[in-house]
């Protein structure tokens, strides 16, 4: 069962511009996480927010949520080389006892 | 230095045979997951545990098994039933509920 569905499914861009990728769900949450993953690698916990949140920001990451839309979106400024990864948002379920993951968006920064 | 050990990195299984893939944490977590991810896609849920000595079923449970005797441990076996088990998988931990995972970095498992 998949909640979170990330737009678009690459990108492709060039060093220091801005990157933004959206994550859109079906139901109700009470948090959304967004988690990176370098190639072969385990993912990395990037930020969580709450659904009575609408904007977190965590060094050049800014997270939105809206709720009302039921979607949230991640922006990288001034990408960096080490930002080329896979991107992933992850909803709780209904049960708020495990989280879903979407099937990610793959960025490459061009040099 | 807290974190999560998967091993091993790569592991190859013959027709018909069950391989147990090891997942150890030391974060001091009760929750532990097995993610399967195949080639460009997320994670599917395997198995989870919310506590020692219990687990639930996830998306994706048929052809799996999995043992929670130690808190620090949460071994995943890949039966001889699982007819495609070629994959990445991925093992994470956290508190319970639906908060913040800790990942290993994985074991691919390839057919011989």
């Known amino acids: 069962s998949q909640q979170g569905e990330e737009d678009p499914q690459a990108l492709s861009i060039q060093e220091g511009e801005n990157a933004t990728m959206n994550c859109s769900y079906k139901t109700s949450i009470n948090n959304l996480q967004w988690y990176r993953q370098n190639s072969g690698r385990g993912l990395v916990h990037l930020i969580l927010i709450r659904s009575n949140e609408r904007e977190k920001h965590s060094g050049r990451l800014r997270v939105t949520l809206d709720t009302s839309k039921k979607s949230s979106s991640l922006l990288i400024t001034a990408s960096r080389a080490a930002d080329t990864a896979s991107y992933f948002c992850a909803t709780d379920d209904s049960s708020a006892s495990k989280i879903i993951f979407g099937s990610g968006t793959r960025l490459s920064i061009r040099p | 230095d807290g974190g999560i050990t998967q091993s091993p990195k790569y592991l190859f299984r013959k027709e018909g045979q069950n391989v147990t893939l090891s997942c150890e944490q030391n974060?001091?977590?009760?929750?532990m997951y097995w993610y399967r991810q195949d080639p460009g896609q997320g994670l599917r849920l395997i198995y989870y545990?919310?506590?020692?000595?219990?687990?639930q079923k996830g998306d994706i449970a048929e052809g799996y098994s999995v043992s929670r005797e130690k808190k620090e441990s949460f071994p995943l076996t890949v039966t001889s039933a699982q007819k495609n088990p070629t994959a990445f998988y991925l093992c994470a931990s956290s508190i319970p509920g639906a908060q913040p995972q800790h990942f290993g970095d994985g074991t691919r498992l390839s057919i011989l």
């Open positions: 545990s919310q506590i020692v000595n219990d687990f």
């Open positions: 974060l001091n977590h009760d929750a």
